[in-house]
């Protein structure tokens, strides 16, 4: 996780040079001319991106609070698949480098509620921008050790989960690997993945180098401690979880004496699109796991 992070930053100072390099050659090319530097203006077709303003502040902690909020409804089982795929209550910031590529394959409705452009806002969150970059644009390794895999969804996971455990300091969030888990997995057996909020668990996953990511899954349950989600006596109304199969993910709802129903297509991370489908669904995974805690007070 901390290569991670050190990757993340040098990402996000990559894109800020490139930036800002073009902008220094504008401004030298004016002076020449004895005028005098104004804001570089974009030439996108899209006309996103007007000009480039220096960055004055940092909002995250405020972008954060909105942005991982508990869900003021908990949806119902057969609502998952569509709520997860939420619009996110507060556009994460990235830089318009990456911006422009995400144009190119998400859609203009999607790209904007869910994202905004540092350079516009003026706003960058420290922690959270070069994070979620990172998993927008670490490389897959086609061939290796399930380990080496892993790679590329920690940095979803960083992105997500490991910021709200820095910035949502109103729970205990505790984010484990292998470990484990006596409060609803058989003795003996231990996710690949485990989140829980308040000492409970709440999203765990199972991950496999390869395979068919539908038979992965079903180890989420076959872990599980029989009748220990989805009871009208039990801590949570149900439990959310992940398989992957190399560069493939699916999300699952447990509940009902550990039967399951997926609660998302099949995601590629292979490709961009999904990527901004894979964030976007996380956060919703994580705004609705801290109002299952919240339920069950």
């Known amino acids: ?19 800002g390099h073009s902008s220094s050659s504008d401004d030298q090319s004016q002076n020449k001319n004895g005028t005098t530097p104004s804001p570089r203006h974009s030439v996108d077709s899209e006309s996103t991106l007007t000009s480039v303003y220096p960055i004055v502040e940092s909002k995250e902690q405020e972008i954060c609070k909105k942005m991982f909020a508990p ?25 318009y480098a990456i911006y422009a590529k995400l144009e190119k394959c998400v859609s203009k409705d999607i790209l ?6 540092v350079e516009q806002t003026g706003n960058i969150c ?10 927008l644009l670490v490389s897959i390794v086609g061939k ?8 590329v969804l920690d940095a979803f996971l960083m992105a997500i989960f490991c910021t709200a455990q820095t910035e949502c300091t109103d729970s205990d969030m505790i984010i484990d690997r292998n470990a484990a888990e006596p409060s609803a997995t058989q003795q003996g057996s231990r996710p690949d993945f485990l989140f829980t909020i308040n000492g409970q668990l709440v999203f765990k996953g ?33 439990l959310l979880g992940y398989a992957t199969a190399g560069s493939r993910v699916i999300f699952e709802c447990i509940h009902d004496d550990a039967k399951m129903q997926e609660c998302s297509n099949i995601i590629n991370l292979e490709k961009l699109s999904d990527r901004v489908t894979m964030i976007i669904t996380m956060v919703n995974i ?12």
């Open 112 to 117: 904007q509620k869910n994202f905004s452009i």
């Open 71 to 95: 869900v003021s409804v908990l949806p119902k089982p057969d609502e998952l698949k569509e709520r997860l795929l939420d619009n996110l209550e507060e556009p994460i910031p990235i830089h």
């Open 286 to 297: 994580l705004r609705i796991s801290r109002a299952l805690v919240q339920t069950n007070k």
């Open 1 to 19: 996780m901390q290569q991670l992070d050190a990757i993340s930053s040098k990402l996000s100072q990559l894109a800020l040079d490139k930036i």
């Open 144 to 151: 290796g050790t399930e380990m080496m895999q892993q790679h």
């Open 206 to 238: 199972e991950e496999k180098r390869r395979g068919n990511v539908r038979k992965i899954a079903l180890e989420l349950s076959d872990k599980m401690i029989p009748g220990c989600v989805g009871k009208p006596d039990s801590p949570l109304k149900y």
């Open 126 to 135: 420290p922690t959270l921008t070069p994070r979620a970059e990172t998993a």
